[in-house]
């Protein structure tokens, strides 16, 4: 077997490689409120939250806390080392496709 | 504690996994094809067929054409608003700004054409009259599906625009009644099919 290139932990967890690929599809800058992309992933906000964390702690995500008018709303955005850390990670996905 | 879902995935399943996910968020942003083209196919094809019947046939008087016309055209703004604002208000920054911007277009677009043809609609021959509003309000169509394209790299939605122009001008220059059959059918039926073709394509992707 030849040895391929690594990948990334963090992106590499199927629920947190859906959660980037969601994140990354949206425009650079572009934020989305924490209800939509549960709703979108289809997970539960527990499970979500916990994921986010994990991603937030890595540098990948940036969590807003802010208000619409009086009620309290999160918002979710890929940052830019994110998103270069998903290109890494597809590309090295796309490199063992080839050696496989 | 969560898992992390699942066992490792392979690299074909992994790009898979990755392409279906972008699929279901490219559809969520941009609205079901479905409800965003097949609602202004229908419209077009009811609307400008009562509009045809009235121009080929006297069959409808002039404002029960146009009532029927607008009538249809306010309901699928409304569709494409309420959709566009719900997703206006789960994601903002620079692309919300712009499809903000874009919405604006749509509503100031169509307010000139009203404008435009209550004022020349005293001024024409009833015939006439019908094809100034149809006319109009399908170039602002035309030009905003073009723009809408472009805003969204969306090729379909432009090729769309691109298809209503060139059926716009073909119909204006043949006249009254043969622009209502053209847009009744020509891109009435366009935006059916474009609308099921595609929401169907996305289905089988996502």
């Known amino acids: 077997m030849t040895a391929g290139p690594e990948l990334d932990p963090v992106i590499h967890a199927q629920a947190r490689l859906r959660v980037v690929a969601t994140l990354n599809t949206l425009g650079e800058g572009d934020q989305v409120a924490f209800p939509a992309l549960k709703d979108l992933l289809g997970m539960t906000a527990g499970n979500l939250s916990v994921h986010l964390t994990k991603l937030e702690e890595a540098g990948y995500v940036e969590i807003v806390k802010t208000h619409r008018g009086r009620t309290p709303a999160t918002y979710v955005a890929l940052t830019r080392q994110g998103r270069r850390a998903f290109e890494d990670y597809t590309a090295a996905i796309r490199k063992l496709l080839e050696l496989s | ?206």
């Open chain 2, 1 to 206: 504690m969560v898992k992390d879902e699942d066992g490792p995935l392979g690299p074909a399943e992994t790009l898979l996994l990755i392409e279906q996910q972008r699929a279901k968020t490219i559809w969520w942003l941009g609205g079901d094809p479905l409800l965003m083209y097949t609602t202004w196919g229908v419209t077009w094809l009811l609307g400008f067929g009562a509009l045809f019947l009235y121009l080929g046939y006297g069959a409808l008087t002039q404002a029960t054409a146009l009532l029927v016309l607008f009538g249809f055209m306010s309901a699928a703004m409304a569709i494409l608003v309420i959709t566009r604002w719900r997703i206006g208000g789960s994601v903002r920054g620079d692309s919300a700004d712009r499809s903000r911007m874009y919405g604006f277009a749509w509503g100031l677009g169509l307010a000139c054409t009203i404008a435009l043809s209550i004022r020349l609609s005293r001024l024409l021959p009833p015939p006439e009259v019908s094809l100034v509003w149809a006319a109009t309000s399908m170039t602002v169509v035309a030009i905003l599906y073009i723009m809408g394209g472009l805003l969204y790299q969306d090729q379909p939605m432009m090729r769309l625009g691109l298809w209503v122009a060139v059926l716009n001008v073909i119909g204006t220059v043949s006249g009254p009644a043969p622009h209502a059959l053209i847009m009744s059918f020509g891109a009435g039926g366009g935006f059916i099919v474009a609308g099921i073709v595609l929401h169907r394509r996305r289905r089988l992707s996502g």
